[in-house]
């Protein structure tokens, strides 16, 4: 059985097949394997350094814009984001 992040990777791959698709991350393309995205299509990733909480607010924005984003970290960081979106 593969693991969660090998998938993910995969899966963004696959659906990099829509321009609407687009990758956030947070200094983790590694470790979440959104770094085989980025190789593929780099025009369509956007390094936001350690900052979850910004990626999280900037996934916002793209997507009320007709953008489909990813926002690649692990679930923890993301607790960082709850104290500016509300």
């Known amino acids: 059985m ?10 963004l791959l696959e659906l990099a097949e829509n321009k609407r ?11 979440t394997k959104s770094l085989h995205f980025r190789k593929e299509h780099p025009e369509r990733t956007i390094s936001c350094g350690i900052g979850e909480q910004n990626m999280l607010l900037v996934a916002a924005g793209m997507a009320s814009s007709g953008y489909i984003p990813f926002a690649s970290t692990f679930a923890i960081f993301t607790e960082r984001a709850f104290e500016q979106m509300r």
């Open 2 to 11: 593969a693991a969660t992040r090998d998938g993910y990777g995969q899966a």
């Open 21 to 31: 698709v687009v990758v956030l991350e947070a200094d983790l393309g590694k470790s």
